[in-house]
Structure formats: structure tokens, C-alpha cells
């Protein structure tokens, strides 16, 4: 950024299938900013731990595991490039198994705990977008813009399963019901639950394009941080 000692921090937070990793890989592009796929960060402990064999109850072995977790994104084109103890497993994981598992694995306290500071110091020092469910809430409830994008669940419920087109024996039933399953373990854990902050401006993507939901937030953007300009966001980077 042209502004190199203001940098600025943007959540998005919801439920699954809102379209919250596309849209946020849109605008960190447009805007030359930083990623952070917090979800992504939950799903490849989750492939750690069955790649390792760990049980979830086992804790002595789960805390070794997030002791010695390695994970970073590298950006390639359009795409976020994620790594897992230097696994490319950006594919790994997003499958409806992983979609289970990470689930289960985001729900234990021990698991939020490691990974709070991780996702904290990935923004440390730079302008970016974060997504995920507690973004706005726990990890930067200090954030300048914070977006709550919803949508209806048979609209999720079709996004999910375009995504996972590729894969066997699932169908809209059964994704919708993946889905209601993720959310209502999403809201009602008792360690940061799925919630809309305080301060977030609800965006309902269920009738709009992921264009249309970019504008919305890209004006919500200019009109939160009115000292920065269209031509800085595209000519600088500030991490």
C-alpha cells in the first residue's frame, strides 16, 4: 500500500457453502492484500491427524502433533496453495470426509488454542482478508471491515456440491444434510461458536453472483478505509 504504516485487516465469517474462500481469494487479488484461509488451517490439522493415525481423544499425542504443525499458504494465479508439514494438500483437503473431520477437530479447545496465535501472526505485519467463523469475532474483533456472508441452505447446498462434483456417492441430500449437521456443531460449541459480530454488515450471497458479492464488499471497503484509493490497492502491497 502506498500508506505503508496503515495496514488493515478484513473478516468474513459464515457457515459453509457461503462462498467465503472464493470471495475472499477475489478481493485479496483485487486489492493486493494477504489471505488467510482459517478454515483451511482447522481441515489440514485434521488431514495431519488421519494421515497420522491420531485419535481426537488422544491428547497427549494431538498436543505433540500441534507442537510440530507446519502450515502456510503460497499463492499460485488464482489459487491458494495449502501446506501441511511441507504437503501440498490444498486438494486433500476438501473433500466430504475432511469436511467431517475438520468439524470435529475445530471443536476442541485444545486444537483453537495452537492455532489462535498462528492465524493472529499470519496478519501480524501486513494488510488481509480473513476468513472463516470466528475471524471477526475472536481472532481480529479489532478488524477495521467485518462481513457476515449467509446464504439460504439449499443455495450452500448446490455450491458444495459443484465443488465436490468429482466425488462418489454424494448428492443434494446429502450435502444439505452435511451442511445443517456442520452448522448447528458450528453455533452451539462452547469455544468461539459460528456467530455474527456485533459490528459485521450481513451480506445474503443466496441470489447473487460472486461478482455481485465482491462490489458489495469491495464499496464497503473504500467507504470503511476513505484514505485509501482504487490505484493504491492495485499498485502496492503491503506485506
Known amino acids: 500500500m502506498a500508506n505503508r504504516n496503515r495496514n488493515f485487516i478484513i473478516t468474513i465469517d459464515g457457515p459453509s457453502g457461503a462462498g467465503k474462500s472464493t470471495i475472499s ?21 485434521a ?8 485419535d481426537l481423544s488422544a491428547t497427549a499425542e494431538l498436543e505433540q502433533l500441534l507442537k510440530n504443525i507446519k502450515i502456510r499458504f503460497q499463492a499460485a494465479g488464482e489459487k491458494n496453495l495449502v501446506f501441511c508439514n511441507e504437503h501440498e494438500v490444498t486438494d486433500a483437503i476438501r473433500t466430504p470426509q475432511m469436511d467431517q473431520l475438520a468439524s470435529a477437530v475445530s471443536g476442541i479447545p485444545l486444537v483453537r488454542d495452537a492455532l489462535l496465535p498462528l492465524q493472529r501472526d499470519a496478519a501480524k505485519d501486513c494488510s488481509a482478508i480473513i476468513d472463516g467463523r470466528d475471524a471477526g469475532t475472536v481472532i481480529f ?3 477495521g471491515l467485518k462481513i457476515y456472508l449467509d446464504a439460504d441452505i439449499s443455495a450452500r447446498a448446490r455450491r458444495r456440491l459443484k465443488d465436490q462434483a468429482d466425488t462418489a456417492s454424494i448428492n443434494l441430500q446429502s450435502v444439505t444434510k452435511a451442511l445443517a449437521e456442520r452448522d448447528a456443531a458450528d453455533s452451539s460449541r462452547a469455544q468461539a461458536p459460528l456467530r455474527m ?3 459485521a454488515i450481513l451480506i445474503d450471497s443466496t441470489k447473487l453472483n460472486i461478482d455481485e458479492v465482491c462490489e458489495k464488499i469491495l464499496a464497503l471497503f473504500f467507504e470503511h478505509f476513505q484514505d485509501i484509493s482504487h490505484e493504491q490497492t492495485t499498485t502496492d502491497k503491503n506485506c
Open 197 to 199: 459480530a456485533d459490528d
Open 25 to 45: 481469494k477475489k478481493i485479496a487479488s483485487r486489492l493486493n492484500i494477504s489471505y488467510i484461509d482459517t478454515g483451511a488451517m482447522y481441515r489440514s490439522v
Open 141 to 143: 474483533p479489532e478488524a
Open 47 to 54: 488431514w495431519a491427524t488421519l494421515k497420522q493415525g491420531i
